[in-house]
């Protein structure tokens, strides 16, 4: 089996896996998903269709994806339409998947719109803190970071904080600066003049105020009516109700809004009231007091009777009196029920969140189990295949080893016998080496006698006696040297102390002449020469060898 087809049959099991986890997770449901991309443009532009609802949409079978984004358009629909009461855990959801998948894009908007739901509902510390993720995560988002500061700032100045001055400023430098819209940067100076109204400072709120006007054209009529009402408040907190009138009038004249008239027309009644014109405030608040919500009427009728006091009428006056606290009584027990079926909502919610959780774990259990079946059954196909490809390469090995062993053991013999042959030469050099050097000192012997013995049989006398003169031993003296490589010299330094009759002895031992010539030549025994020889190899520290053995081989 080549390389080639072992590939193909390792390549089979991976391909299965793919497939199946292809097929897990295939486009099968990519028409909802991108149903879902264009609904959540169209919810983040202000442009949802009205004809559209959230609740036709099938959710028994959404993936994650498809989930967190349906969840995160309801989330933003229903904030901007107020129609249904959001909960603080909805959002869960799309803030974990965002997370795992690092959008960081729509995980600063349920961020931001986490905090919408936690500030609606008075929670203002998780508040702030989903608004501080999703200012982290919106870089690029200006708009995402405006609209943050300034949540941030509204929660400061509920907390009479005056970092909400700090916030509006980045407000203000974001609209001005990054974005250079005329409607934001009124949006801003209104919310610093709301700062500046809840520390009664007064003269620079209507400054803002009317910057913010100043600013906004016709097309923003209802957003100049809220300026106005503003003014024409902080005037009447200042004793000032021509002014306030003036404003409201305005208010009136600009606002196009059904639903907030009614809230601007009964102000123009308080305020009539306060310019003395009683009867006119009585008709204008009675004109409009059955459209106001309940907490204005409650006011409005606190109103009314405080205007009838002041006409003397102290019999409508008390009738206004009792609807006002019959009004405030009556908003008190709505808000107890309101805040009992808000705890009851709040435990069935969670109850469904345990049902549906419970639901999803067997889902995801049942799903696990499969992927674990299918991942044994791959484990052991590969496992399979690989045993396989195991045994037919390790009996390719195999073979290869045995012919490689074969070769080394060859390899190793030639070995062997070039290092026995090396050894041989090597042996057989060292001897041819000791034979020459034996030939050589035979021949240095040779002509140190031949060049020495006619010197000393010279200065032979008739008797036989031997008397050597100064140069007679200047010559001997001078061939050892040149036969021995400076022999004197290197025998000085081996042992300073030698005299120079000392050195002349050595010289006859190294060349080698016999014990009685020796005697000859001193004129005394031989036993004598043999105690000379002893006291020279003491005084040269000779310890291991003889005398003549060492002279000799020096």
């Known amino acids: 089996m080549n390389k080639l087809t072992q590939r193909i049959i390792l390549l089979i099991p991976l391909l299965l896996v793919l497939t199946t986890f292809s097929a897990a997770y295939s486009s099968e449901k990519s028409p909802r998903l991108l149903q879902f991309q264009q609904l959540e443009k169209a919810a983040f532009s202000g442009n949802f ?9 099938d959710t028994t079978r959404m993936s994650q994806e498809e989930k967190a984004l349906y969840i995160l358009i ?7 339409t107020q129609n249904i009461s959001l909960h603080d855990t909805l959002l869960h959801i799309p803030i974990r998947y965002f997370k795992a998948q ?3 894009k729509r995980l600063a908007e349920s961020y931001y719109l986490q905090g919408e739901i936690y500030r609606l509902n008075h929670f203002f510390l998780r508040a702030t803190d989903c608004y501080d993720q999703a200012a982290l995560l919106s870089n690029e988002n200006r708009y995402l970071q405006y609209w943050t500061n300034i949540r941030q700032a509204q929660i400061c100045r509920f907390k009479m904080s005056t970092e909400a001055h700090n916030y509006l400023k980045k407000v203000l430098w974001i609209a001005q600066e990054e974005l250079n819209d005329k409607y934001l940067i009124a ?4 919310e610093q003049a709301l700062c500046c109204i809840n520390e009664q400072n007064f003269p620079p709120a209507i400054g803002f105020l009317t910057q913010a006007i100043s600013l906004l054209d016709n097309s923003h009529k209802d957003d100049i009516a809220l300026f106005e009402t503003e003014l024409s408040n902080i005037y009447l907190m200042q004793m000032q109700p021509d002014s306030a009138l003036l404003h409201i009038e305005n208010a009136l004249a600009a606002n196009t809004d059904s639903i907030s008239l009614p809230n601007i027309a009964i102000r123009k009644g308080y305020i009539l009231g306060e310019c003395g014109q009683t009867t006119a405030a009585m008709s204008q608040i009675l004109s409009y007091i059955g459209t106001v919500p309940m907490t204005e009427q409650i006011r409005a009728y606190r109103e009314l009777s405080k205007l009838n006091e002041k006409n003397g009428n102290n019999t409508a006056a008390a009738q206004y009196l009792k609807k006002h606290v019959l009004l405030r009584d009556s908003l008190d027990a709505d808000r107890k029920e309101e805040l009992i079926e ?11 969140r345990e049902r549906a959780r419970q639901a999803e774990q067997e889902t995801a259990e049942v799903k696990l189990i499969f992927y674990r079946l299918f991942a044994l059954a791959s484990i052991g196909i590969c496992l399979l ?8 390469q390790n009996k390719r090995k195999l073979s290869e080893e045995l012919k490689e062993e074969k070769i080394q053991r060859m390899e190793m013999c030639m070995l062997q016998q070039e290092t026995e042959i090396a050894l041989a030469q090597e042996k057989e050099k060292q001897k041819q080496h000791e034979i020459e050097k034996l030939n050589q000192n035979i021949e240095y012997y040779k002509r140190l006698n031949a060049i020495t013995l006619p010197i000393l049989m010279r200065r032979q006398n008739a008797q036989g006696a031997l008397h050597l003169q100064d140069e007679d031993w200047e010559i001997i003296v001078h061939n050892t040297d040149a036969c021995f490589n400076q022999f004197t010299t290197r025998l000085k330094e081996h042992c300073s102390s030698l005299t120079e009759e000392e050195l002349r002895f050595c010289c006859l031992i190294k060349m080698e002449l016999p014990m009685a010539l020796l005697a000859e030549i001193y ?13 020279l190899k003491e005084k040269m520290h000779i310890t291991e060898q003889s005398f003549d053995e060492f002279i000799s081989a020096f």
């Open 74 to 80: 309801q989330t933003k629909i229903a904030l901007k």
């Open 102 to 104: 690092k959008d960081a």
């Open 342 to 352: 808000k705890i009851q909502s709040l435990h069935e919610y969670k109850r469904q």
């Open 49 to 57: 269709p009205k004809n559209h609802s959230l609740k036709n949409i």
């Open 187 to 190: 949006k801003a100076f209104y």
């Open 385 to 392: 295949c690989l045993g396989y490809y195991r045994t037919k």
């Open 523 to 535: 004129h005394i025994a031989k036993g004598s020469i043999s105690r000379k020889k002893m006291r």
